[in-house]
């Protein structure tokens, strides 16, 4: 695959600071298939410079000419979504019409739905005496994720530029070659040049350089909890403003009066779609006990004809983590009714789909987020108890709810404690707000929640 050799800077390919590289590998055939440089600190400090630089004419353009360059954007991802599709598939290894559609599709709806917000968005108001102005917060840093690599790029560019914004984007040493070709879209789009600035390289040197830099504004995070704690800690110390987009372990609870036929295969395809690697997937499904056995069997069943569409993971240390946990859960006493830790190919990265029966709560495998293709199935005796385990862990990003009827479902996600409840099979929304409660994060993505998140306000009283 093409890849540039340094770092897309104040609106041109600049050779980078140092002459290391990072291979990336094709994880369903574990080839290296392109290298790109890895950043360092002066990488990190000439692409600050460059935002900065271009931070007042950009907060200053009508916020209609940066909704007609959001738009443009969105229509250089439009005219190149194969190519994007393929690249996703190459470096993250999801099957091609998934990264078709989701991968290249979701993140052309949320450009788009920024190049609109835009346009829209009341950035004045009149409150009594005084006129409220939101204003965009500076220089942001965005690291981000492999796992929906170019969806986690969007979902804080498109609202960062739309406020008024500049970025530096660090993306995942995993998938790099995505985020040069959105470097190029910007660069296609005609987006004054330091408006979006790119440093590849690896979390601990480049990341850490650009959530600890002095001249970054604001901090937006996608990413395991682990780092997620210390980029927090470290914009704490600098009264910085942070955004933690972290992990999850949500539940599918299927309600008894519910098509539990239609839950649990909607629910077994929610976690397969991107061989587990979602961070709201509904890794956990909630059963009542009357019903547990017919809905372990259709979940073996539907893991089982999943079988071959799966792809893999997206590394070696994903495939070794995830088969780990796989071996936990057997040795913990859960009962595998699909899949397993033994790798079903011998080249690439795959695990089975793979369905676990009789976990209870407290288990590992129903704890921890796994990032894996395996599905956890849950008794409740009512529910009180439904609720209780539904909430029994540190995370609350998504969840489902399924039940006769839309009001008796709303009535129960009305008490979980998490971000989003998708209520009988509801759709994807791109501006319903995205983020979690306790330990999933701090702020909101996507829609007018996710673009106040890159403003703030200015009061002047009359
Ligand atoms: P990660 O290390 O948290 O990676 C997220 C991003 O942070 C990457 O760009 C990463 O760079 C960067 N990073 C790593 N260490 C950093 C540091 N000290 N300072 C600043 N940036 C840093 O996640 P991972 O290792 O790829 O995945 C591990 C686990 O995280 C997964 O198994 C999963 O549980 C969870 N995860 C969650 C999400 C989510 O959407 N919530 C997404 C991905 C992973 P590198 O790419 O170089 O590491
Ligand atoms: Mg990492």
Known sequence: MKAHDGMYIGGEWRGAAGTDTIAVVNPADEQVIAHVPAGVAEDVDAAVFAAHEAFPAWAATPPAERAAKIAALRDVLVARKDEIAETVTAELGAPLQFSQMVHAGVPILVAGSYAELAALYAFEEKVGNSTVYAEPVGVVGAITPWNYPLHQIVAKVAPALAAGCTVVLKPAEDTPLTAQLFAEAVHEAGIPAGVFNLVTGLGPVAGQALA???????????????????????????????????????????????????????????????????CSAW????????????????????????????????????????????EKGVAEGARLVAGGAEAPREQGYFV?????????????????????????????????????????????????????????????????DTGQVDINGGRFNPLAPFGGYKQSGVGRELGAHGLSEYLQTKSLQF
């Open 212 to 278: 600890e830099h002095p001249g970054v504004d604001l901090v937006s995070f996608t990413g395991s909890t682990a780092v997620g704690k210390q980029i927090g800690a470290t914009a704490g110390a600098a009264v910085k403003r942070v955004a933690l987009e972290l992990g999850g372990k949500s539940a599918n609870v299927i309600l008894p009066s519910a098509d539990l036929a239609k839950a649990v295969g909607v629910g077994i395809a929610n976690v397969m779609g991107n061989s587990g690697q979602t």
């Open 283 to 326: 890794t956990r499904m909630l059963v009542h006990t009357s019903q547990y056995d017919e809905a372990v069997e259709l979940a073996a069943e539907a893991a089982a004809k999943y079988g071959d569409r799966i792809g893999p993971l997206v590394n070696a240390k994903q495939h070794a983590r995830v088969r780990g946990y796989i």
């Open 352 to 416: 089975s789909p793979t369905v676990f029966a009789d976990v209870t709560p407290e288990m590992t495998i129903a704890q921890e987020e796994i990032f894996g293709p395996v599905v956890s199935i849950i008794r409740y005796e009512d529910e009180g108890d439904a609720l209780r385990i539904a909430n029994g862990t540190v995370y609350g990003l998504a969840g489902a709810v399924w039940a006769a009827d839309d009001a008796e479902a709303v009535a129960f996600a009305r008490r979980m």
